[in-house]
Every structure is written in C-alpha cells, then in structure tokens.
C-alpha cells in the first residue's frame, strides 16, 4: 500500500504543477529592429528573378540573390545571433561537440545520479525512488520517469545486480530504448525540389534553425530556396532576410500581410523553375487562436499538396528544450494542427532540464531529428539517442 501512496501522492503533485504552471500559449514575439536603411535598400543593387506569376501582388513577389557586399548586413545586431565558427571549434569532434553542449544537463542529470550511486551501498526502494525524484526534476516527466525506473528495477531484479555502480549502463540502456536505438533522418525527396515545412511558436529559435537548416544543405551543395511564410509580422519577414543573405541562399516573399498561401505558392514555382534541391518554408507562429492557427496551417498544406502531392517531405517542429513541459504542451497543438514528422529541439546548451529530450520522445511519439546546441551556425546537429546516452553522462 505505501508504495501505491507515494505514487498517488506523485500524481496529485503532478496535477498541481500543471495547474499551477499554464501552458505559455505564446512566447513573446521576437523584437527585432531593423534599421529604415537596410530594409530599404536601393533597388538598383538587388538582382530581381520573376520566375512565377503569383495570384495577387506579382510586384512584390520576388527571389532575391545576396546582394553584394551583403557582408555589411552581418554585422546587424539581431535577437537570434549566429556565431561563425572557430578554426579550432572546426576540430572538435561530433561527440566533444555535444558533450560540451549538454554540460549543464550532464550535471543535473548525470552528476546527480554519480553522486547517488557512489552514496548507495544497497539497491533498495529508496534507490529507486531518489533515482526518479532526479529524472523528474530534469524535466523527463512523471510518467515518462517512472517507467524508466520500472525498467531498471526489473533489469536489477532480472540480472541480479548488486553494485550500485552497475545500474548506470542499465539507466543508459533504458534511455536509448524510449528513444529508439536508431537515428531518423530528414526525409529528402528522390524528386526535386524536397519541401520542409518549419512550425513552432514565435520565439522558440524558428528563423535561426531555419537558416542553420539551409546552411547545413548548402555545404552539401544542394540549392537552397527559403519562403517567407509568416506574413503576420515585418520583423519575421525582414530577420528571415538578413539570415538568407549571411547563409548565401534566396529568399521568396510577399510583404507584410499578404496571403501565405500565395507565398507558398510563388516559392513553390521558384523552386521548381531554378531546379532547387530544397525549399523551406517558414510559418507564423501564434497560438493566441488555435483556430486560425490551424485554418492557416491547412492552407499552406493544401497549397503545398496541389503543387507537389507527395509534399511536404518533412514538418518539423522547432521547440525551445528551456521551456520544459510547456514545449510538450505547445508540440501536442501544432501535431493537432498539422501532421508532424520530426522535432528540433533548441537550445539544448542553455538548459540544466535536458530530459525534455526524453519527455519529447515518449509522450509524443514524434523522433527528434535536430538539437541545437550551441549559438554558432553549424551547432545544429543530428540528434543520436545513443550519443545522447552517452554525452549526459560522461564529461
């Protein structure tokens, strides 16, 4: 019976901190200011490609190529900065890389359950207990955390272990399999142009992973054509251009206001007509009316879908890993509002509660496929759930 107490007693704790906790439906939309003389530049030093008639405002609608000496543009200070990395940054291994990005989870996860092993002389209750008090405080989540303890009492129990230091390849090995053993990767089409949808709340790191997504494509000399889908703000539209042009690739756009349906649909047509490897498009990401979120959503699909019937290839959903639980409560919308495939998963380095990674995984049944893990534009790596079991918990 006290066993069943104490879980009952975790999920009247759990009910309170989420009524306590209210989803943030909406991050504060990003404030950025761009200067009246960048925005406007002189139209005579931009090279204009009118390669679709659109179904309304035609001359607003263009390709942009970076403009020379676009270099000036860089130095722009923005909300979402992107380092140019090191020489020496360069020479740091995948695996290096990543540990040093999870730093402040490995101490919080990792660190914490070290230093419960090294003080345990026997695998008891408490040992458990204490165990998932750490997972859920790391952001793994109540339900999540308990069946990862259910599956290394049964481990222990199983193969009769007795030393403690024993347990942590157990907990290792339970983490990879909620996370499943296998990295999925981006789904790129036989067909060009691949079409990737990028959805997630106005804050979370959608503008910069979409041009850390780009610039990971251009390196593999694929052409690169952004859209400029979220039409309900100037700052998203003018950001999304000073980022197309440090990263070296062309940007489709409508101006504020218009029709993104009609910006998907020109961008689709660029695309096709310039023979682009990959097209991403980007989209608002307001959830004060979940309503229109989704009626806007569905719009674009079905103008995606009517272009190109096997796209989208890929909706991936940015979420911020510092919000926590609330990132779950944000993805369960937007997989409401449209089929997501894949998750990327931000700022990953500036968060102790890297267990959202898990939580993620487990509760909505969605493969991570990108973490960010660092301000500099090549910090967006493929998520590996083995190196991820691995990073947290060795330094």
């Known amino acids: ?46 090279e204009k490609d009118f390669t679709a008639k659109p179904e309304s405002e035609s001359e607003l609608v263009y390709i942009e190529k970076p403009p020379a000496g676009s270099e000036s543009v860089g130095e722009k200070e923005t909300s979402d ?22 730093t402040r989870t490995r101490q919080n996860i990792g660190g914490k359950i070290d230093t419960l092993i090294k003080s345990t002389r026997k695998i008891d209750e408490d040992f458990f207990e204490e165990l998932e008090d ?68 106005n804050g979370a790191g959608k503008t910069t992973s979409i041009a850390k997504l780009a610039n990971r494509f251009k390196k593999q000399d694929k052409r690169v054509i952004l859209a400029a889908g979220d039409t309900f703000r100037a700052a998203a539209i003018d950001q999304l251009q000073i980022w197309a ?35 991403i498009i980007d989209t608002a990401g307001r959830l004060q009316n979940k309503a229109n979120l989704m009626k806007e959503i569905s719009k ?4 995606i879908e009517k272009e190109i019937p096997a796209a989208p290839h890929e909706v991936l959903l940015v979420l911020d890993a510092t919000t926590g639980q609330n990132a779950i409560s944000q993805a369960k919308i937007f997989k409401e509002a449209t089929g997501v495939s894949g998750i990327i998963l931000t700022k990953l380095d500036g968060t102790a509660k890297g267990g959202i990674v898990i939580a993620v995984a487990r509760e909505l049944s969605i493969p991570v496929k990108m973490v960010g893990i660092g301000e500099g534009i090549e910090d967006l790596r493929e998520f590996s759930p083995s190196v991820f079991a691995q990073a947290i918990f060795e330094s």
């Open 245 to 279: 042009d440090r990263v070296g690739v062309e940007l489709v756009k409508h101006q504020e206001g218009a029709d993104p349906g009609a910006v998907v649909f020109d961008a689709i047509s660029a695309a096709k007509a310039r023979k682009a490897d990959i097209l």
């Open 134 to 201: 750490i997972l859920i405080q790391a952001d793994v989540g109540m339900n999540t955390s308990i069946e990862l303890v259910d599956k290394i009492r049964t481990a222990v129990k199983k193969q009769k272990i007795n030393d403690p230091a024993e347990v942590t390849d157990l907990i290792k090995e339970a983490i990879r399999e909620i996370l499943d053993t296998e990295e999925v990767p981006l789904n790129i089409a036989d067909e060009k142009p691949t079409v990737i949808l990028v959805v997630g709340v």
């Open 300 to 303: 674009v699909r079905k103008v």
């Open 81 to 102: 900065e992107i380092k140019l990395p090191s020489p020496e940054k360069n020479k740091k291994g995948f695996l290096e890389r990543f540990k040093v990005g999870l």
């Open 1 to 46: 019976m006290a066993f069943f107490d104490k879980f009952k007693k975790k999920k009247e704790t759990q009910e309170d901190f989420e009524q306590t906790h209210p989803v943030e439906e909406a991050l504060e939309e990003e404030k950025i200011e761009v200067e009246a003389d960048c925005a406007e530049q002189d139209s005579a030093e931009k």
